[in-house]
């Protein structure tokens, strides 16, 4: 079992190589010029620095990149910032809900500790204390994603209120925020991305595009083809 779950967290070249298979197939690259070629070789070494976490200098993507696709770099990482600043800016409602959480908590804390010592009546009336503040919990985020479904972005995890789905008012099962220092948090936000990822993304876009007479294969058109290979049979 244990294999099976290092397997998921490696990279997929298959995958990787059947994307690539796809693409040549529907949109082959003709033969370069010495000029693309020589671009091409630049922008491939390039992408392996950033792989490697090597910081690439801006003047050094101006100089390989075309106008365009250092525009293109650009907005994508304005994107980023905005939806940092965005995240800063936590709903009230969510902000009750976190609170909540907190309190829920501590008493949760303050039982384990009395717990450990021996005092185990003293803990129970922490843990009943936390259980309701759970309870309470899981009814505000009902209520939140009820009347604003779009907040579900905030969350670490997918969220169903349907019987028999992982949620529970208990302080393991109760979604965190993504802006949480929580130990139980899941995962951050998957629309975050770093500098890094953004400039390889756009080199890889580049690297792409060299050669290929049709329409650039645009950040959407990528995304849509990496969810196409990735769908279940």
């Given at each position: 079992?244990?294999?099976?779950?290092?397997?998921?967290?490696?990279?997929?070249?298959?995958?990787?190589?059947?994307?690539?298979?796809?693409?040549?197939?529907?949109?082959?690259?003709?033969?370069?010029?010495?000029?693309?070629?020589?671009?091409?070789?630049?922008?491939?070494?390039?992408?392996?620095?950033?792989?490697?976490?090597?910081?690439?200098?801006?003047?050094?993507?101006?100089?390989?990149?075309?106008?365009?696709?250092?525009?293109?770099?650009?907005?994508?990482?304005?994107?980023?910032?905005?939806?940092?600043?965005?995240?800063?800016?936590?709903?009230?409602?969510?902000?009750?809900?976190?609170?909540?959480?907190?309190?829920?908590?501590?008493?949760?804390?303050?039982?384990?500790?009395?717990?450990?010592?021996?005092?185990?009546?003293?803990?129970?009336?922490?843990?009943?204390?936390?259980?309701?503040?759970?309870?309470?919990?899981?009814?505000?985020?009902?209520?939140?994603?009820?009347?604003?479904?779009?907040?579900?972005?905030?969350?670490?995890?997918?969220?169903?209120?349907?019987?028999?789905?992982?949620?529970?008012?208990?302080?393991?099962?109760?979604?965190r925020l993504v802006?949480?220092?929580?130990?139980?948090?899941?995962?951050?936000?998957?629309?975050?991305?770093?500098?890094?990822?953004?400039?390889?993304?756009?080199?890889?876009?580049?690297?792409?595009?060299?050669?290929r007479d049709a329409?650039?294969?645009?950040?959407?058109?990528a995304s849509k083809?990496?969810?196409?290979?990735?769908?279940?049979?």
């Amino acid at each position: 079992m244990s294999e099976w779950l290092d397997n998921q967290k490696k990279p997929n070249g298959n995958h990787h190589k059947l994307l690539q298979k796809r693409i040549e197939k529907t949109n082959p690259r003709r033969k370069l010029t010495s000029e693309e070629t020589k671009r091409l070789s630049k922008l491939e070494g390039i992408a392996d620095k950033l792989r490697r976490g090597e910081n690439v200098q801006n003047r050094q993507l101006q100089t390989w990149l075309r106008e365009e696709e250092y525009e293109q770099l650009e907005c994508e990482w304005k994107e980023q910032l905005e939806l940092r600043n965005e995240l800063k800016d936590k709903p009230s409602d969510l902000k009750r809900y976190e609170e909540k959480l907190k309190q829920a908590t501590f008493y949760y804390n303050r039982a384990e500790g009395y717990s450990s010592k021996g005092k185990h009546s003293t803990a129970k009336k922490f843990y009943d204390k936390s259980e309701s503040l759970c309870e309470d919990a899981l009814a505000m985020l009902q209520e939140i994603l009820h009347y604003d479904s779009s907040l579900r972005v905030w969350f670490d995890r997918d969220i169903s209120f349907e019987v028999g789905s992982d949620l529970s008012a208990d302080i393991v099962s109760l979604p965190r925020l993504v802006t949480s220092r929580s130990n139980e948090k899941l995962s951050d936000d998957s629309r975050l991305t770093s500098k890094q990822s953004v400039k390889l993304a756009v080199i890889e876009r580049a690297m792409h595009n060299i050669g290929r007479d049709a329409a650039p294969a645009s950040k959407p058109t990528a995304s849509k083809l990496d969810k196409f290979l990735n769908a279940d049979d």
